[in-house]
């Protein structure tokens, strides 16, 4: 057989490697939160860095992302060379071996400086399967103004009861300020974070030591009757249709007196580009009620390889630059240094961001107290804070969810809503063969 030389091929044009690296896309899948957007904004200077890359950008509202990139993963579509997850999917899909493990990272990229309790909940038996892009944990957000003309102090460590009276007092619809504003919207990622959060706090668990659905316990009703009267009397309106993104642009219009949220708000609430009160934003803990355990939880939204990617190496290169120190020096530069992504990295909290965002110490706070393991004043067989880390959890957590954002609109009341949520996570366990 004869051999061609490389150089007639090169030729003749036939030799193209060079050709297919320099046409190299990245598809790159996100979510629409604010830190995501801006990622993508400044991706010119990734793209800069590497002029043989190119990235393709698939944004989607948070609930549609994990339902694609689910489909995606478990089909093994490869649609996708960087997904954005969390610590809910990445050990589930890492222990599948549907992701690329982060293993050989440069030593410029210190891992070290990772906060451990992030590392943790992105890793299987210490491999880690995807790189932080933020971290956050559960802050009470509430109107320094509206408090001070209400004679009100919001207490060093709050209970939901306590923030409960305060909306009452603060709640002025006819002037569309309205007293308390959390999340309604349908989903495990969306009102069922916030709701298993509050339900932890008044000493529930989502299934006893013997996977038993817990639904109808004294602490579920009494944490679902707040939510369901809390909102419904001092919440504004539409509220089954407020996720994140809606309650985050009703606060920042001035409309809500008290907010209880993820802490990677903090930079937007305090923007004056995209928020009227931003003078006048107050910080306080998560709200406990007869616990604190489980009462703030822990996330991250963090980049990832699937196994499917065809495009590895390049991906790679892009996801340990956007969770790398120089992408937060970056944004400080471009954007200031009260919004560079938060929660992942112990060297963002120093002496400059701490002055520079009012929101830093709390947030830190909040992300050192969360602990996954005992999330509940109960014992538990589970991972998880404001979710459950098995499989089956986001079917029933979405399917729960709906039934929540049913009682909270009136069809149906709250007593039905926690019957109905027992029955469908008891099948869903049952049919999952529980317990293993």
């Known amino acids: 057989m004869t051999t061609i030389p490389k150089t007639l091929l090169l030729c003749a044009g036939l030799f193209a490697v060079g050709a297919s690296q320099a ?108 790189l932080p892009f933020y971290g956050e944990s559960t802050v009470t957000y509430y109107r320094t103004d509206l408090f001070k003309q209400a004679g009100l102090s919001m207490p060093e460590h709050p209970t939901w009861s306590q923030l409960g009276e305060f909306a009452a007092k603060l709640h002025h619809p006819d002037k569309e300020q309205y007293g308390m504003c959390l999340r309604g919207k349908a989903g495990w990622g969306e009102n069922m ?28 009703t009494a944490a679902a009757n707040f939510y369901v009267n809390t909102l419904r009397n001092y919440g504004p309106p539409g509220v089954s249709s407020n996720g994140f993104n809606e309650t985050l642009a009703l606060f920042n219009s001035g409309k809500c007196a008290i907010w209880v949220d993820a802490s990677v708000a903090g930079s937007f609430t305090t923007d004056k580009t995209q928020s009227r009160v931003a003078d006048s934003v107050g910080f306080a803990p998560a709200p406990v009620e007869v616990t604190d355990k489980g009462s703030s939880w822990l996330y991250a939204w963090s980049l990832a390889i699937p196994a499917t990617s065809r495009h590895k190496d390049a991906a790679m290169a892009f996801i340990t630059w956007a969770t790398s120190k120089d992408y937060i020096q970056v944004v400080a530069r471009e954007d200031g240094i009260t919004n560079v992504p938060p929660g992942t990295r112990t060297s963002t909290y120093n002496e400059a961001y701490l002055k520079a965002a009012p929101f830093a110490k709390v947030t830190l706070q909040m992300m050192q107290h969360a602990d996954p393991t005992h999330p509940s004043a109960k014992p538990v067989p589970y991972v998880g804070i404001q979710y459950v880390t098995i499989g089956e959890f986001q079917a029933i957590g979405t399917a729960v969810g709906k039934l929540f954002s049913a009682a ?29």
């Open 408 to 436: 909270l609109t009136g069809q149906m009341p709250v007593e039905q809503a926690l019957s109905s949520a027992q029955t469908t996570t008891s099948r869903e366990m049952k049919r999952a063969g529980y317990p293993k």
């Open 193 to 220: 974070a916030l709701l298993s959060t509050m339900a932890n706090s008044f000493g529930a668990r989502w299934f006893d030591e013997q996977w038993q659905p817990e639904l109808t316990s004294p602490e579920w």
């Open 23 to 130: 046409a190299q896309t990245i598809t790159i899948a996100t979510v629409n939160n604010g830190d995501m957007i801006r990622m993508q904004r400044l991706s010119k200077v990734f793209e800069k860095q590497h002029p043989d890359l190119k990235l393709n950008w698939v944004v989607l509202e948070e609930n549609v992302l994990r339902q694609r990139l689910t489909t995606d993963i478990a089909t093994q579509g490869g649609q996708f060379d960087v997904l954005t997850i969390g610590t809910y999917e990445t050990p589930l899909w890492g222990a599948k071996n549907w992701l690329e493990p982060m293993r050989d990272l440069p030593a410029s990229y210190d891992l070290e400086d990772i906060i451990p309790s992030v590392r943790q909940g992105l890793s299987v038996k210490d491999t880690l399967y995807a």
